[in-house]
């Protein structure tokens, strides 16, 4: 494994002449890729139609629960007499797993398929924005005035659930469930609140449409290993 100053050696050597600054980058790759006017054109009609054709649609899902995070990987060492179909010869290796993730997934796929997410019967598979927000227990020793408060979003938690394992715990529960995978999260973001009723409210967008033929290939392939129809997916063809 490379050392920080290697990479950050290598990062000099291929970007150092980039300039920072978006205007001066945009200027510096027009000469870069000798673009003539007609290619410019083309750069802005493509421009536009993604902003006339690009749309999002919006979905609220909220889980009933206490907001969790993911828990640390466990440890297992695997050998012939406790997992024979995975160990090699007479070897051993170790596995690592999550204890909670199969169950987490499990509760999703069971969400939809008794028809409380009836919308998601068929996987999302475009680029999506997700913003999840997690309303732990209100503490039992707030006074009045602090629960209030804390309903309202002015008193805010900085205790565990880590943000990141939030994040984590229910972008793993969507995978196969809801979207193809979470690569497909362009924006995300994460918020703690205090509530009285605890509870998770995601709130996803999902575009209309790939960006590029790149990820078109990409997505036919999984979705065609996963026996999904994919007669209407499209992309940009610039």
Same mark, same amino acid.
């Given at each position: 494994?490379?050392?920080?100053?290697?990479?950050?050696?290598?990062?000099?050597?291929? /970007?150092?002449?980039?300039?920072?600054?978006?205007?001066?980058?945009?200027?510096?790759? /027009?000469?870069?890729?000798?673009?003539?006017?007609?290619?410019?054109?083309?750069?802005?009609?493509?421009?536009?139609?993604?902003?006339?054709?690009?749309?999002?649609?919006?979905?609220?899902?909220?889980?009933?629960?206490?907001?969790?995070?993911?828990?640390?990987?466990?440890?297992?060492?695997?050998?012939?007499?406790?997992?024979?179909?995975?160990?090699?010869?007479?070897?051993?290796? @170790?596995?690592?797993?999550?204890?909670?993730?199969?169950?987490?997934?499990?509760?999703?796929?069971?969400?939809?398929?008794?028809?409380?997410?009836?919308?998601?019967?068929?996987?999302?598979?475009?680029?999506?924005?997700?913003? /999840?927000?997690?309303? @732990?227990?209100?503490?039992?020793?707030?006074?009045?005035?602090?629960?209030?408060?804390?309903?309202?979003?002015?008193?805010?938690?900085?205790?565990?659930?880590?943000?990141?394992?939030?994040?984590?715990?229910?972008?793993?529960?969507?995978?196969?469930?809801?979207?193809?995978?979470?690569?497909?999260?362009?924006?995300?973001?994460?918020?703690?609140?205090?509530?009285?009723?605890?509870?998770?409210?995601?709130?996803?967008?999902?575009?209309?449409?790939?960006?590029?033929?790149?990820?078109?290939?990409?997505?036919?392939?999984?979705?065609?290993?996963?026996? @999904?129809?994919?007669?209407? @997916?499209?992309?940009?063809?610039?």
């Amino acid at each position: 494994m490379k050392s920080r100053k290697e990479k950050s050696y290598e990062y000099y050597e291929k /970007y150092a002449l980039i300039p920072d600054d978006l205007e001066e980058r945009l200027s510096w790759m /027009y000469d870069k890729f000798n673009i003539n006017d007609r290619k410019a054109q083309m750069i802005l009609n493509a421009k536009q139609a993604i902003m006339n054709e690009l749309q999002y649609t919006d979905f609220k899902i909220v889980l009933h629960e206490e907001p969790a995070g993911t828990p640390r990987p466990r440890f297992r060492l695997v050998n012939r007499y406790n997992l024979a179909n995975e160990a090699m010869n007479n070897g051993q290796f @170790v596995k690592v797993y999550s204890i909670t993730g199969a169950e987490d997934r499990r509760f999703m796929r069971q969400l939809i398929t008794s028809g409380e997410l009836n919308e998601f019967q068929e996987l999302l598979y475009t680029p999506c924005r997700v913003e /999840y927000n997690a309303y @732990v227990k209100t503490p039992s020793n707030f006074n009045t005035t602090q629960i209030f408060l804390a309903e309202i979003g002015l008193e805010r938690p900085i205790n565990k659930p880590d943000w990141d394992n939030i994040g984590k715990k229910y972008s793993d529960m969507m995978n196969g469930n809801i979207w193809l995978d979470d690569t497909l999260v362009i924006d995300g973001s994460i918020h703690k609140f205090y509530s009285i009723k605890p509870r998770v409210e995601i709130n996803l967008s999902f575009a209309n449409i790939l960006y590029n033929k790149y990820q078109y290939k990409s997505t036919i392939k999984k979705l065609q290993d996963l026996g @999904v129809n994919t007669d209407n @997916v499209k992309y940009f063809d610039f």
